[in-house]
């Protein structure tokens, strides 16, 4: 039983200083043991006492470190409310030194301000200026002027005034300088462009304009009407003299203008099906009334040479009349003149043959213009049903159907109606000649019998 707590002794000594000693040092007898835990404890003892009095300086160093800080935080918030007030009364000096120097400026900020106002008035005029095209980047200076708040200098107005003098030697000039072009599709072209003072700017006996936003000179989608493009052509290659030239007033408004103008394939398009349908018509009576004009031409020309040679008759229409009297020339009056009306009525077929396609066409392409105006006006209506009136886009759909039809119908059935006329007159014409070669040889052949 001693010996059980024995070990048990050791085994719980070895258990609270595991580390301390080693195998080899561990104690033998219980005295050895005792003597050993004694020691421990003794050491143990010193290392606390050591501790305690590092954690009592600890302890002072801490107080002494929130002491310091709250000391600075103090100091802080002091300087924080010396800043403020010091902010405070800096904003009440500059508000007075403010007033005191408008006071003391008195003419020269009333002189600022118109300064300030000219110069951003101008900066915006020759941003837009086609003498810009050739002078970029001249609005820097005049727009950086418009925006300043200070004073400007002696210098700075004088540099302004200059800017403006410029702006009106160069606004009387006509000059060539090379420059690029940007072209519809994208492509820049180095080129000789032509300015006429801050009017319009010209290239390759074009129109163009310069786009003071993205700062490029581009072609016209769309340019104005032919002769005034023309004009431009030729006034570029004139080296002495004088030449027409057709100015845009408005610096370019007008031409940008032109190029929303809608064209005639824009036009016709606006017309919609019914338009084609009336330019269909259109074509279809034109080539009756060519055809017609043609065979009638011809059998009249035939006609007038048979009149010169009666006694020989060819295949015409006058021909194969004098061929009925010829074979005729036994029979009585009555008899000979049923025969030669009979003649003429085979013959008047052919000479009116689809004329009065034409007539029904033209009196059909007006009708169809109508119903292209009706059609227009209910796409309108259904437009402003739908989305009301605030968008006139979305009504000008209906809108050009129903004007460009109208016109349409006009244009197809004004000429048919003055062809359809033509080729009657043609007809009737040759018809006359038959009728009255045809009275002259009953009154020959009634004269005959009558001897």
Partial sequence: MKKL????????TFSLTAGMVSAADAPKTIDQLLQQVKVDRANEGQTNAKREREFQAERGDKAALLKREKDALAAEKQRGKDLNQA????????AQLEEDLKTAQGDLGEMFGVVKGEAGDFAGKIAASNISAQFPGRDAFIADLGARKSLPKIEELEQFWEAQLFEMVQSGKVVKFDGAVTAIDGNVVNTSIHRVGPFNLTAEGKYVVYKPELGLIQQLSQQPEGYQVSAVGSWENTTSGTAPFYIDPARGVLLNIFTNKASLEDRLEAGGTIGYIILALLALGALIALERLVTLTVIGGKVNSQRKN?????????GRILKVYQSNKDVDVETLELKLDEAILKETPALEARISIIKVIAAIAPMMGLLGTVTGMIATFQSIQLFGTGDPKLMAGGISMALITTVQGLIAALPLMLLHAVVVARSKSIVQVLEEQSAGIIAEHAEKRAD
């Fill in 5 to 12: 707590i024995t070990s048990a002794l050791v085994a719980a």
């Fill in 87 to 94: 902010f405070l009364d800096n904003e009440r000096k500059i």
């Fill in 310 to 318: 009666i006694d020989n008759p060819g295949n015409n229409a006058l």
